[in-house]
């Protein structure tokens, strides 16, 4: 019920140019998390506790979410959709060939927009980006909307287990070993 809602949804969206070409940005650009490296590097463009507090959130948000993401994945063993037909508007979009839930694009956007951001303000800025990222999955056909909303659940989740642990190894603003830079 919940997949063919979300089809039908995105079936309406289909076909429109602005909607095909941002579907596709949105996906190519959280493909092996571009847009979480880009977002990371440009909070540690200065030296100092920023810059570590970054690389570590990375760190640990991409190798967490892969991890997960790869046992659940092994686990579950779900068919993608049929994904013939989806207008890209000539923009190239990598189709993934291994099971279908949880969305691993999904799971690390939300992974990574609770971990990375440190104010509330970009927080909600990443978190938008993680449910772009979603909908982008369900609209090319890559997935179905309950892998997407399991690939959110999961990474909210799992971002919100793993920020403690960033906290104490790269605590704010010291970071490392507790004393000012």
């Given at each position: 019920?919940?997949?063919?809602?979300?089809?039908?949804?995105?079936?309406s969206l289909r076909?429109?140019?602005?909607?095909?070409?941002?579907?596709?940005?949105?996906?190519?650009?959280?493909?092996?998390?571009?847009?979480?490296?880009?977002?990371?590097?440009?909070?540690?463009?200065?030296?100092?506790?920023?810059?570590?507090?970054?690389?570590?959130?990375?760190?640990?948000?991409?190798?967490?979410?892969y991890g997960v993401?790869?046992?659940?994945?092994?686990?579950?063993?779900?068919?993608?959709?049929?994904?013939?037909?989806?207008?890209?508007?000539?923009?190239?979009?990598?189709?993934?060939?291994?099971?279908?839930?949880?969305?691993?694009?999904?799971?690390?956007?939300?992974?990574?927009?609770?971990?990375?951001?440190?104010?509330?303000?970009?927080?909600?800025?990443?978190?938008?980006?993680?449910?772009?990222?979603?909908?982008?999955?369900?609209?090319?056909?890559?997935?179905?909307?309950?892998?997407?909303?399991?690939?959110?659940?999961?990474?909210?989740?799992?971002?919100?287990?793993?920020?403690?642990?960033l906290s104490v190894?790269?605590?704010?603003?010291?970071?490392?070993?507790?004393?000012?830079?």
């Amino acid at each position: 019920m919940v997949d063919e809602t979300g089809e039908r949804w995105a079936a309406s969206l289909r076909g429109r140019r602005w909607v095909d070409v941002c579907a596709a940005v949105v996906s190519n650009l959280s493909d092996h998390g571009a847009i979480w490296v880009l977002t990371a590097a440009v909070k540690a463009r200065r030296p100092g506790p920023a810059r570590r507090r970054a690389v570590f959130a990375l760190a640990l948000a991409g190798t967490t979410s892969y991890g997960v993401n790869r046992a659940v994945k092994k686990v579950v063993g779900r068919t993608r959709p049929e994904h013939a037909g989806v207008p890209t508007n000539g923009l190239p979009i990598r189709m993934p060939s291994s099971s279908s839930f949880p969305s691993g694009h999904t799971l690390a956007a939300f992974c990574t927009a609770v971990v990375l951001p440190d104010h509330p303000s970009t927080r909600l800025a990443a978190l938008s980006f993680a449910a772009a990222v979603a909908a982008s999955r369900v609209h090319l056909r890559a997935h179905h909307l309950s892998d997407v909303l399991g690939g959110a659940a999961i990474g909210a989740a799992l971002g919100t287990l793993v920020r403690p642990l960033l906290s104490v190894l790269c605590p704010r603003p010291g970071c490392g070993r507790g004393r000012a830079e």
